[in-house]
């Protein structure tokens, strides 16, 4: 059974950080590139950032360039996002999915989300 299980998500302060982590089993972890999206209420969810787990490639949205940090732990099939310097518009609902090709992401598989609030 495919699943990714996203966890440490929750409630911080502006200027605060959180780390969430996307583990993922049921599949060939190496062959997957790794993706952050989020969904804020009444908006479209928007691709956050991607990982390639085959080399490491990264991506980042504008809106979070030089304050989050994606990387991937390939022995554990767990990607992590460290967002720093968080401010009250990254607050969403945060879910990693797990797509086959890095350069064209669709996500093949999704976690169920964690929440993320940050506070003003």
């Known amino acids: 059974e495919v699943q990714l299980v996203e966890s440490g998500g929750g409630l911080v302060q502006a200027g605060g950080s959180l780390r969430l982590s996307c583990a993922a089993s049921?599949?060939?972890?190496?062959?997957?590139?790794i993706g952050w999206f989020r969904q804020a209420p009444g908006k479209e969810r928007e691709g956050v950032s991607c990982?390639?787990?085959?080399?490491?490639?990264?991506y980042y949205a504008d809106s979070v360039k030089g304050r989050f940090t994606i990387s991937s732990d390939n022995a554990k099939n767990t990607v992590y996002l460290q967002m720093n310097s968080l401010k009250p518009e990254d607050t969403a609902v945060y879910y990693c999915?797990?797509?086959?090709?890095?350069?064209?992401?669709?996500?093949?598989?999704w976690g169920q989300g964690t929440q993320v609030t940050v506070s003003s």
């Open positions: 999915a797990a797509g086959r090709n890095y350069y064209h992401f669709a996500g093949d598989y």
């Open positions: 990982i390639s787990s085959s080399d490491g490639s990264t």
């Open positions: 049921g599949f060939t972890f190496d062959d997957y590139a």
